[in-house]
């Protein structure tokens, strides 16, 4: 099962990474695919704020064409992310008010009955995510950085590297 392969290090370290494509896994690549790690937290719950704190830069090694290909998965990851979560939001919305369901219910049950159906039309959509991880992502946790690398290969060798400031690992 395709599910992704954390590890987890302290975040006040830089982490060292393989001197390989964490696409094609061709030794010494040309460049590197650079982003930014995602927040969790509760406090980006509250505020809803996923900006909110350090969000580490991440410089991963990876060829020119891979880097290229890494890019536009993020970015049509964040956008259907965004298109499946309107959708599913307006839809709920659309059943709930102008087709009347659950009418003479009172309002703050209607409420939490349609946050149930975003969250039940969002099922599908999350368990497709978690079948077909990323190639690589980074989450800031609190004081903890989770590296996150959908080939279990690479992230053994990033653990190999890492190995004094690995907090946690999940293969």
Not at 7 to 27: H, M, Q, Y
Not at 97 to 115: C, F, K, N, V
Request: with cysteine.
């Amino acid at each position: 099962m395709p599910v992704s392969s954390d590890v987890t290090l302290n975040g006040e370290a830089e982490p060292r990474w393989p001197d390989v494509c964490v696409l094609c896994g061709i030794e010494h690549p040309d460049g590197r695919f650079e982003f930014r790690a995602s927040r969790v937290g509760f406090d980006q719950l509250l505020t809803l704020s996923w900006s909110v704190g350090a969000r580490p830069k991440v410089q991963v090694p990876a060829c020119g064409v891979c880097t290229r290909a890494l890019r536009l998965d993020r970015r049509l990851r964040g956008v259907t992310t965004w298109i499946v979560g309107l959708a599913v939001g307006g839809a709920v919305l659309w059943l709930v008010d102008t087709l009347g369901w659950l009418p003479s219910q009172p309002r703050a049950l209607r409420r939490w009955a349609a946050a149930g159906f975003m969250l039940l039309g969002l099922v599908p959509f999350l368990v497709w995510e978690m079948l077909r991880p990323p190639k690589v992502d980074v989450t800031a946790k609190g004081k903890n950085v989770s590296y996150e690398f959908a080939d279990r290969s690479y992230a053994e060798m990033f653990r190999e590297l890492n190995d004094e400031n690995v907090r946690s690992t999940s293969y």
